[in-house]
């Protein structure tokens, strides 16, 4: 399976789940108890599903904490640090920063301060 089928399950499973926010909430929480090659492929992850779900699904805040796509995927760059980037990781990132280009340049975006 390449890449971009890859990052198709895995948006199109985030999609169908009935309660985000439980997925949303575990991957936010996790970072600091998973090792660097276990966070990437997390990112990997909630890449897919903030480049290829629609914008509204990506920036949607859910739950007390407000947690959405987007901020999870800020929340983990941060904890990811400097460490090096595989090619399946590199991919991911290219294609989130095409979707933040294109909400950044639509008129109206729900959270547009999420996306900067």
């Given amino acids: 399976m390449d ?3 890859r990052m198709k399950r895995h948006a199109r499973k985030f999609e169908s789940l009935r309660n985000r926010k439980v997925v949303l909430t575990k991957y936010a ?6 090792g660097k090659k276990e966070l990437r492929r997390h ?7 903030v480049a290829i779900l629609p914008q509204c699904i990506a920036a ?4 007390a904490s407000n947690v959405s796509p987007v901020r999870v995927l800020r929340h983990m760059l941060k ?9 399946r990781l590199r ?5 989130v920063t095409v979707k933040i280009n294109n909400v950044l340049t639509a008129a109206e975006v ?5 996306w900067i």
């Fill in 3 to 5: 890449d971009a089928q």
């Fill in 29 to 34: 929480n996790c970072t600091a108890d998973m």
């Fill in 43 to 49: 990112i990997c992850h909630v890449c897919a599903w």
């Fill in 60 to 63: 949607a805040q859910v739950g």
């Fill in 79 to 87: 904890c990811r640090g400097r460490a090096p980037m595989t090619p």
């Fill in 91 to 95: 991919t991911a990132l290219q294609q």
């Fill in 110 to 114: 729900a959270h547009k301060a999420d």
